[in-house]
């Protein structure tokens, strides 16, 4: 063996050793599943082999001028519906969802999302630090001027190290409102009149910024209105008000229960639960 043959041989071990040593790189994203007119994909985040769960996101890409829905889409159009059954080595995937945006056309006020987003995912494995094997079954709806079903199917097997699509998925947690109680948020919120539909003021801090506010009920059932901003606050201070319209058939308007609150300023969201007594 020459010369040039042994330092061959010792270039391609070396090779291998180091492949063998470096970390394992993470699967960055599924195959997308189409339809004419938006996608769906799996993005990994940058996880390593310590943590107790694993980063990762619902994509959907639209396409111009289509848009999708929050987990209440408001007046009109249906929430995303996530299905994980048949994953592998899953015990639990939590989806949570970035703030969304206030849309108003003919068919009145819906929430939601234009041109694209991720919904971040926190999975939480049945044993550490084995593979896991995400599959995704999504329904949910794109809507121009109509509304138009959607689905798609598809899976991830993850592993330790970086990701490509971390940025993103960064960018997606950072829009995910982080959850304050009533006082730290400095929200009120109180029935002011006493109607069949009561009003309810929501007194809140003015940031300086634009500012939306959205309204949950305890339940999926609820369908309340999106909340509007009103005059007369005094300095430092924001108004909105809306009715106890879009309750569940036989829930009293005019008995306690929980409201969750979205406050949206610029590009900084919280959330906030309290009671309406």
Known sequence: MDVRQKLTIATLAATAALAFAAPARAADASLWADDSRSSVRLIAGTNSSSDTRLRAGVEIKLQPGWKTYWRYPGDSGVPPRFDFSGSDNVLRARVVYPAPHLFTDETGNSLGYKAGVIF?????????????????????????????????????????????NDAALVAAEAMVPKPVSATEAGLSA????????????????????????????????????????????????????????????????????????????????????????
């Open 120 to 164: 971040p995912i926190q999975i939480t494995p049945k044993q550490p630090g084995k593979p896991v094997t995400l599959k995704l079954k999504i329904d949910y709806a794109v809507c121009e001027k109509l509304c138009i079903p959607a689905e798609g199917k598809t899976e991830l097997t993850f592993a330790t190290g970086d990701s490509t």
């Open 190 to 277: 109180r029935r002011v009149t006493n109607a069949a539909k009561p009003l309810v003021d929501v007194d809140l801090p003015a940031s300086g910024k634009p500012t939306a506010l959205f309204v949950e009920g305890p339940s999926a059932e609820w369908a309340l209105p999106i909340p509007m901003a009103a005059q007369g606050a005094p300095a430092g201070r924001l108004h909105f008000g809306f009715e106890l319209d879009g309750l569940p058939p036989g829930v009293d308007p005019k008995a306690p229960f929980e409201l969750t609150f979205t406050v949206v300023e610029g590009d900084h969201a919280i959330e906030v639960k309290t009671h309406l007594d």
